[in-house]
């Protein structure tokens, strides 16, 4: 070879060097999937205990993009035709707003969807994940102090004696709107008749209450404070004050607690619908159904999962207390939910 052409030689050389390493670059690269969820405890669990498996399994990288569900879904919304979120995980109520809207592709078949309770099938697109309960929660101490027997029913919001010792959440806090829901039907009303319920929060609920509270942090700091001895609670919420060492007692009504499901979909249109549906069915897996009772106290929706006694009493848990949930018709409500929340601002929480 002449030295004229040993330059050349070199260039080209390091060209397909180059190119070699381009191309395992791109054969290694990671596929990335976008999952949206709550924030707080539950995006701690999901990072530090549920997703790293699931990377080193598929070969992904999972980003976790932390807001409410009311945010999950606003964005959703904006992003509709163009989204970059691949999996979404709210609350029953804003999943279902979801399905109404088209934004969720269709569940693909697997053998853990025929090991669910029949009430976390919620479409043929979305199914829950994970149930809590909203109940009672009271201050154990406070009332043994106070010689008052514990509450044991949603009427017990109404009785005089708690006039400016309760919590109440707003009907923008899903909570809140259970509880409208339930004193609706308690005084002969529904979902399509809210009168009922309206009047009830109002005139019997109202005078009881310190103070309208969304914020679960915040309901939980009034407890502590003892500036309150009673609130309407989420299970799940009443885990997490528990664990500090609070005297919280939680407890479903006779007429019942109210089923709260956290929900999940596959995003459509999807850049990754293989492991958007992969990882759902992942979640379903009794493994992370278990991580998930015991990290955030988040009942199972796969009755396959067995708890051990102290961590099932946290929750509604087994097919008794799943099954004696009462549900509320998420369609009606949504197509009113606006509507009902300028009302709430001007008659209730004024």
């Given amino acids: 070879m002449t030295p004229s052409f040993r330059p050349l030689t070199r260039i080209a050389t390091a060209v397909a060097v180059a190119l070699v390493g381009l191309g395992s ?7 990335t999937l976008y999952v949206a969820g709550v924030g707080g405890s539950t995006e701690q669990m999901y990072k530090t205990k ?5 990377e080193k399994q598929h070969n992904v990288k999972v980003v976790y993009v932390a807001g409410n569900s009311t ?11 163009r989204q970059q979120i691949n999996v979404a995980m709210m609350d029953d109520g804003p999943m279902y707003q979801a399905l109404q ?28 994940v994970g149930v809590v309960a909203t109940g009672i929660g009271y201050n154990e101490e406070a009332f043994k102090k106070r010689g008052w027997a514990a509450p044991d029913s949603w009427e017990n919001l109404t009785d005089p004696r708690y006039k400016q ?11 809140g709107l259970h509880t409208l829901v339930e004193m609706a039907r308690l005084r002969g009303g529904s979902e399509k008749n809210i009168d009922p319920g309206f009047k009830a929060l109002k005139d019997e609920i109202g005078p009881n209450v310190l103070a309208w509270v969304s914020a679960p ?31 919280l007692k939680f407890i479903y009504p006779k007429e019942g607690g109210i089923a709260l499901q956290i929900a999940a979909c596959g995003i459509t249109p999807n850049a990754q619908p293989e492991l958007s549906q992969q990882f759902i069915q992942y979640v379903l897996s009794p493994e992370v159904q278990m991580i998930q009772a015991r990290e955030n106290g988040f009942a199972p929706v796969n009755q396959t999962v067995k708890l051990t006694p102290d961590i099932a009493a946290r929750m509604p848990y087994g097919p008794e207390k799943v099954n004696a949930l009462i549900k509320v018709d ?3 409500i949504n197509q009113q939910r606006s509507e009902w929340t300028t009302r709430w601002n001007r008659t209730v929480e004024r």
């Fill in 330 to 332: 998420w369609d009606t």
């Fill in 165 to 175: 010792l309760l919590g109440m959440p707003p009907v923008t806090n899903t909570y």
């Fill in 25 to 31: 670059g791109v054969a290694c690269a990671e596929p």
């Fill in 101 to 128: 809207l088209g934004l969720c592709e269709k569940l693909s078949d697997a053998p853990v969807y025929k090991d669910l309770y029949p009430l976390a099938r919620l479409s043929p697109e979305a199914t829950g």
């Fill in 217 to 247: 942090g915040e309901m939980d700091g009034m407890m502590q404070n003892g500036d309150v001895v009673m609130a309407v609670y989420g299970s799940g919420r009443a885990v997490a004050l528990q664990g500090t060492g609070f005297p």
């Fill in 71 to 81: 945010e999950t879904l606003a964005k959703l919304q904006a992003q509709k035709g």
């Fill in 50 to 54: 549920v997703i790293p498996a699931f």
